[in-house]
């Protein structure tokens, strides 16, 4: 059984990796080069794919491939800043209610509990209604609206560490706060902790394609894939590649964060380390 | 456990306020005045001064929580300030359709998963146990409202099974019309929901499955089916009950998407529309029920989580 | 005057699977029937706010109420022109400065009360108060008084000639002037009276017996409102609806035409598409770069992508359907040669770069991006800033901070505002503005129509603005229904002469 499982679990890594490798090079590649300017108005309303337009036009005439290769660079670009965000302040709240004291530290975990009871598309919503519409609120906004997850496991998993032999020691002998967070503290819960990152930044990416669908995200001419598929659903039996395209590239990205999230959480497990250095 | 269930109450009613002051300052931080969702745009200065008393925003901030809580004590969601409209009514309209869509999706979402969760589990060496979960996988990864769209292309243009969007004018009272308009919306968000709930209750079962008292039970010669069905339920039911509560608010909120998809007058489309029209007292109005009702569902799990879990019941912890 | 509201309630439109709605769900909802005391079940995006023309109704209350429960001294109908409803006859004197009213005999209110002509003064009189919120407040303040000799004369003395004067009055519902509470309660002239309105939902109006005229055709009017303008297109095939009043969402009329059960009515709009330019930020104080920027916009390819087949072009501020309109679309051609050389003229051979504040709701973020793409082709770089509607008021309409914007201008005869230069586009040309006020002053149609002609080609050569396209007024209706205004002008939507199979 195990070694079957760690045999699944590394090809699932494998699997992970490769489809989030694939977003990646098409994000690298739209960087140098796209099949048409994203304003290339040329191609004709609604063109059908071919060889000039491989997956067709959008009504103002402009090549969906390129368009979807942008959004490849957007997409990566949301789950990357809003989970930085979500890292930077969750993690410092669930630190500082591990080291805090009782009362604060419940006080810090019942508001969490709150928090975390919103689903983090309507915190982000609400968010982003109180700036102008922009791809750096979009992140900013589901960045805050997922911290409170991050928070509550930090907390978790920091508290574990704070109560162990190592961490008394360190203290007894003198090592500041600062030290036994730095030294202890963020190396024993990164492992763990990267699993939720990963799915977070899978959540981050449905977060933004929904908040774009809904016509709350980042304004034109930005091509988020929930923009294009908002674009394209009204011409959908007209143009049904537009309505499929760009629904297909979000699951092989969240599909592959989530993959590369389940070998990490096998890499991450102690018991297989165990057995490892056995 | 009465004890239990007054903590958990005054819980509640504590996450309550606290919501709503962050949800009364957040608005408050809107740019814009909400008066000038009420002028036309030649409006003169006398028109805005006038609108502005309308609203309230001529008053302090103080002063205009004061009066807002003092509404909401007496459920007085206050007026749209786009339709001037009353927006409790309003409200209570749209949940005709939002809850039976949450409901129904949530239903749905149900049925599917521990449908396949637990066979998923139980078949977990066989091709289509990995299958199933396989698809598990796939499904948590889809937008909903992507599945909405292919839903409707399917059943709605191509087969031409279901309406494809819109809720009749006259709702319940054409019952047959109404439930056919919300099949979609409620498959799509059913779908993507029992994904995720399936992966939970696979693991549950699969801890059942690997359980002490299951083996015990199995020793003592109750059949497999019969051990599963008097220990398994139980046992296997606590860390799922505890994630149902927050997945019915997930599927809530799946319902303000799929409801732009599908055009259905409710809860959903209602903040969308008033998030682009800055109708603050929609938003406000929204907000609130939406907290109020994840809130609600939230303090439902934990004590029925209480109730299943024997082991809970002694300990004080409120969290979770 | 801009209705901003009207497409900021269908911008939902824009999140629907719009062409979806369409195929043929016919289940729900009896065809009901037809004859002389037939329901019609009409379709609209726009509810009324509240009942009031003067208290910010909006474009629903006009569309519900006008010409169904209250009636004006003038008709507006649906060709434009005016014709005498309640006033049988007016005359004008000499100078042009008085106009003495005639009031129709046995006219009753529907409380009973008969029509008087302190009526008539009290209804002028409320669109004129300080707290009125009436969208022709400002063309009315050329009244200087408003006498009653008798029950059945009204005379207004003017400051100044205005020789549309009795077409503003075609706006202005007579209403009992013992009436209270008109924001939730009704008391006119018309056909109809109000029935239930539930908010949200649905208005009524129900034939009125003791109508002066020839009766409704039909015995109960009901509007559905709807947010969503697919869900709209679905009540319309599935039977639940027997027309909707202008169709938003482009993307539905082709299956719509395809099911055979409808009839698409390409009427005459009066919406324009507007790149509107802040004529006194720089640089577009200089006319060139305004026709340069004119002249390098594919306006047909434009107005194809957003709206398909339908619409027209324009290349001034006036639509067919005003008195004053000739075809100036050759005036600023799509020409992108041109485009290059004014701009070179201009002094900007190596282009520049403007921020264009673009509603947020449908067209104009779409319009934007070809702008965007088109401009960039002559050398402009456009930076889309999106704005909600309320900041597009306050910012751009209000303050004049912009440099650039797109707006839908709905209004009939609204050129004249060109003739003000405080209005928000800054457009400032004093032999404009006095041509303008002089059609105002003038004696005769035929000179007024010569003088807006002459400024109207004026301010098109000067590419005062950049009229991008007439939205279409499309009403689609079921085949069992006829007598239904097609061209929607001012948003009004009489009923009375709609009859069923």
């Known amino acids: 059984m195990s070694r079957r499982r760690s045999w699944s679990r590394r090809a699932t890594l494998r699997l992970g990796l490769a489809l989030v490798g694939i977003v990646v090079l098409v994000a690298l590649v739209s960087l140098v080069w796209l099949p048409y300017a994203l304003d290339d108005t040329s191609g004709g309303r609604l063109s059908a794919p071919s060889a000039e337009h491989l997956l067709g036009t959008d009504k103002l005439g402009r090549d969906l491939l390129s368009q979807l290769m942008v959004g490849a660079r957007i997409a990566l670009l949301v789950g990357i800043g809003s989970v930085v965000i979500a890292t930077i302040i969750g993690v410092t709240i669930g630190l500082i209610a591990a080291f805090a004291a009782p009362w604060l530290d419940d006080s810090i975990s019942a508001l969490l509990d709150v928090a975390i009871a919103f689903p983090v598309l309507l915190t982000a919503m609400l968010i982003v209604a109180l700036q102008p519409p922009s791809l750096g609120s979009a992140i900013l906004a589901i960045g805050l ?80 894939w929930g923009r294009l598929l908002q674009e394209a659903q009204g011409t959908v039996l007209e143009a049904p590649v537009g309505a499929i395209a760009p629904g297909i590239a979000l699951v092989v990205l969240v599909l592959g964060v989530n993959f590369v999230a389940d070998g990490l959480r096998d890499a991450a497990d102690p018991t297989r380390r165990r057995r490892r250095s056995a | 456990m009465l004890g239990y269930v007054l903590r958990r109450g005054a819980l509640l009613i504590g996450s309550l306020v606290v919501a709503m002051i962050v949800i009364f300052v957040l608005l408050r931080l809107l740019p814009g005045d909400p008066a000038n969702a009420l002028l036309s745009v030649n409006a003169t200065p006398e028109q805005i001064a006038a609108a502005r008393k309308q609203v309230g925003s001529d008053q302090p901030l103080l002063a205009q929580f004061g009066t807002w809580t003092a509404q909401m004590l007496r ?134 499955l690997g359980s002490d008292y299951l083996r015990t039970a199995r020793a003592h010669g109750s059949g497999f089916g019969e051990a599963l069905w008097r220990h398994g339920l139980r046992n296997g039911a606590v860390p799922v009950v505890s994630v149902l509560g927050i997945e019915l608010a997930t599927t809530l909120l799946g319902a303000v998407v799929v409801e732009s998809v599908y055009a259905l007058p409710g809860l959903g489309s209602y903040l969308v529309d008033g998030i682009a029209k800055h109708d603050f007292a929609a938003i406000q109005g929204v907000l609130v029920v939406t907290t109020l009702l994840v809130l609600l569902v939230g303090f439902a799990a934990d004590v029925v989580q209480r109730i299943v879990d024997p082991r809970l019941r002694s300990s004080v912890g409120v969290a979770g | 005057m801009i209705s901003l509201k009207r497409k900021a309630l269908v911008a939902a439109a824009a999140l629907t699977v719009s062409a979806l709605a369409l195929t043929g769900c016919a289940q729900g909802g009896s065809a009901g029937k037809g004859g002389a005391d037939a329901t019609i079940r009409i379709g609209s995006l726009y509810e ?32 434009g022109t005016i014709s005498p409803l309640l006033a049988t006859k007016h005359e004008m004197s000499s100078d042009g400065l008085t106009y003495t009213f005639t009031l129709r005999d046995g006219v009753k209110f529907h409380s009973g009360k008969a029509l008087t002509s302190a009526d008539v003064k009290a209804s002028i009189e409320a669109v004129l108060a300080p707290d009125s919120q009436s969208a022709r407040k400002s063309s009315l303040e050329v009244i200087k008084s408003i006498e009653t000799p008798d029950a059945h004369t009204v005379k207004v003395d003017l400051k100044q000639r205005s020789i549309s004067f009795p077409y503003l009055l075609s706006y202005i519902w007579v209403v009992n002037a013992d009436a209270k509470d008109l924001a939730k309660k009704e008391d006119g002239t018309g056909p109809y009276t109000l029935g239930e309105w539930k908010r949200g939902s649905t208005l009524t109006l129900n034939r009125w017996g003791g109508y002066w005229g020839e009766k409704a055709k039909n015995a109960k009017v009901v509007f559905s409102y ?48 507007l790149l509107a330019f802040n004529d006194k930020a720089k640089p577009f104080t200089d006319a060139k770069v305004r026709q340069a920027i004119y002249s390098a916009v594919d306006r047909k390819k434009l107005l194809n992508a957003i709206w398909g087949d339908y619409g027209t072009l324009i290349g001034s501020m006036v639509p067919p359907s005003d008195p004053w309109y000739e075809d100036l679309t050759s005036l600023n051609p799509y020409d992108p040669e041109r485009s290059k050389t004014l701009l070179k003229e201009a002094g900007l051979a190596n282009g520049f770069s403007f921020t264009l504040d673009t509603p947020s709701y449908d067209p104009h973020p779409a319009v934007a991006e070809f702008l965007q793409s088109e401009l960039k082709k002559v050398g402009i770089t456009v930076k889309i800033n999106t704005i909600s509607a309320d900041e597009w008021y306050t910012k751009v309409f209000k303050n004049h901070d912009f440099e650039a914007t797109l707006q839908e201008h709905v209004n009939d005869r609204d050129v004249v505002w060109y003739g003000n230069p405080e209005f928000y586009w800054g457009y400032d040309n004093p032999q404009v503005t006095k041509w303008i006020d002089e059609a105002e002053q003038a004696s005769s149609e035929a000179e007024q129509v010569k003088l807006l002609k002459q400024a109207n080609r004026q301010i098109a050569t000067d590419a005062a603005s950049a009229w991008l396209y007439l939205y279409p007024q499309i009403v689609v209706a079921s085949k069992d229904v006829s007598g239904y205004p097609v061209n929607g002008l001012n948003s009004q939507f009489p009923a009375y002469n709609i009859v069923k199979k």
């Open chain 2, 75 to 208: 459920f007085d969601l206050g007026d749209s300030l786009i339709t001037g409209a009353p927006v409790g009514p309003e409200i209570s309209s749209r949940l005709r359709v939002t809850l039976p869509l949450t409901l129904l999706a949530f239903g749905i979402a149900l049925v599917l998963s521990v449908a396949a969760g637990v066979t998923a589990a139980v078949q977990s060496d066989r091709w289509y146990g990995t299958l199933l979960s396989g698809v598990a996988q796939f499904g948590i990864a889809v937008p909903v409202f992507w599945i909405g769209i292919i839903l409707v292309w399917v059943f709605g243009l191509g087969l031409g099974w279901f309406p494809t969007g819109g809720f009749p004018p006259d709702d319940w009272s054409d019952p047959a019309g109404a439930f056919s308009s919300l099949v979609l919306p409620a498959l799509a968000i059913g779908l993507v929901m029992g994904a995720s709930l399936t992966r939970y209750i696979r693991s549950a079962t699969l801890d059942v």
């Open chain 3, 226 to 273: 709807f947010t969503d303008a697919t869900a709209e297109d679905t009540a319309l095939t599935s039977g639940r609806l027997d027309l909707i009043t202008s169709v938003q969402n482009p993307d539905a009329l082709p299956q719509l035409e395809k099911s055979g059960k409808f009839t698409i009515n390409d009427g005459k709009s009066t919406t324009k598409e």
């Open chain 1, 145 to 224: 609206g997922m911290s409170a997850v991050i928070a509550r496991i930090a907390r978790i998993l920091a508290k574990r560490v704070v109560g162990s032999q190592y961490v008394t020691a360190a203290r007894t002998s003198g090592t500041r706060t600062l030290g036994i967070v730095r030294r202890h503290v963020l190396p024993n819960i990164a492992p763990t902790l990267a699993v939720t990152l990963a799915l977070q930044f899978g959540a981050a990416v449905l977060a933004e394609a929904s908040l774009s669908y809904l016509g709350l995200g980042a304004p034109p001419p930005n091509a988020s």
């Open chain 3, 48 to 79: 009324p706010v509240n009942l009031s023309n003067v208290a910010g109704g909006g474009q629903g209350v006009t569309e519900a109420l006008s010409g169904n429960v209250y009636e004006s001294l003038f008709k507006l109908n649906d060709d």
